[in-house]
């Protein structure tokens, strides 16, 4: 089979029409949803890491964890086995992986974080919400993506707010204050409620 020359939209779009027969005969190919590859900036995820969890994804054939050694991974990525290893402590910390680590064996690797957070976002969107959806009904993840991180700065902004009030109505308030500087010969009385805050 040859590799497509043009793009024909009355094709179907399945992995061996878009990679041709022989890439898919390799065997294994690993699938990566788009609303991970839009999520990227909202998980604060660099490209190097990106790349890192991806192979690791490519390892796990079921639900359970994956297990490849930092070897193997910095044989695929082209980064130094110390470099994998810092990026997989930096995905730890930003709660996208769980790493178990195992005495003389490799590490395991669970990616529930990550699949719980996308559960998250993905099912943020109304189920009527045409602004989210293309013209064939697919949701398009960036809006979805997008619209999650809006609501959860609306949320953390609201909750922010009430903080504030919380303080302000807890600390005792004079209206006025005396305002002194030995600089500028200065000694009077200031209103607060002349000013807006």
């Given at each position: 089979?040859?590799?497509?020359d043009?793009?024909?939209?009355?094709?179907?779009r399945?992995?061996?029409?878009?990679?041709?027969?022989?890439?898919?005969d390799?065997?294994?190919?690993?699938?990566?949803?788009?609303l991970?590859?839009?999520?990227?900036p909202?998980?604060r995820?660099?490209?190097?890491?990106?790349?890192?969890?991806?192979?690791?994804?490519?390892?796990?054939?079921?639900?359970?964890?994956?297990?490849?050694?930092?070897?193997?991974?910095?044989?695929?990525?082209?980064?130094?086995?110390?470099?994998?290893?810092?990026?997989?402590?930096?995905?730890?910390?930003?709660?996208?992986?769980?790493?178990?680590?195992?005495?003389?064996?490799?590490?395991?690797?669970?990616?529930?974080p990550?699949?719980?957070?996308?559960?998250?976002?993905?099912?943020?969107?109304?189920?009527?919400?045409?602004?989210?959806?293309?013209?064939?009904?697919?949701?398009?993840?960036?809006?979805?993506?997008?619209?999650?991180?809006?609501?959860?700065?609306?949320?953390?902004?609201?909750?922010?707010?009430?903080?504030?009030?919380?303080?302000?109505?807890?600390?005792?308030?004079?209206?006025?204050?005396?305002?002194?500087?030995?600089?500028?010969?200065?000694?009077?009385?200031?209103?607060?409620?002349?000013?807006?805050?």
């Amino acid at each position: 089979m040859e590799p497509p020359d043009e793009y024909h939209p009355e094709e179907q779009r399945t992995f061996i029409d878009k990679w041709s027969g022989p890439i898919f005969d390799q065997g294994a190919f690993t699938m990566v949803p788009n609303l991970l590859l839009a999520s990227v900036p909202y998980l604060r995820m660099t490209p190097s890491e990106l790349v890192v969890l991806i192979n690791i994804e490519s390892f796990r054939w079921n639900t359970r964890p994956s297990f490849p050694s930092v070897q193997r991974l910095s044989l695929r990525t082209g980064m130094s086995e110390r470099h994998v290893t810092r990026l997989i402590t930096s995905l730890e910390k930003k709660g996208i992986l769980e790493r178990n680590r195992r005495r003389y064996r490799t590490n395991e690797y669970d990616l529930r974080p990550l699949i719980e957070t996308l559960h998250d976002i993905a099912c943020s969107v109304p189920d009527n919400d045409d602004q989210t959806t293309r013209q064939n009904g697919r949701i398009d993840p960036d809006i979805v993506v997008a619209d999650y991180v809006t609501s959860l700065s609306s949320k953390e902004d609201t909750v922010e707010k009430e903080k504030l009030k919380k303080k302000k109505k807890n600390i005792p308030h004079k209206n006025i204050v005396r305002a002194t500087s030995p600089v500028f010969d200065l000694d009077e009385e200031i209103n607060l409620d002349d000013f807006e805050f």
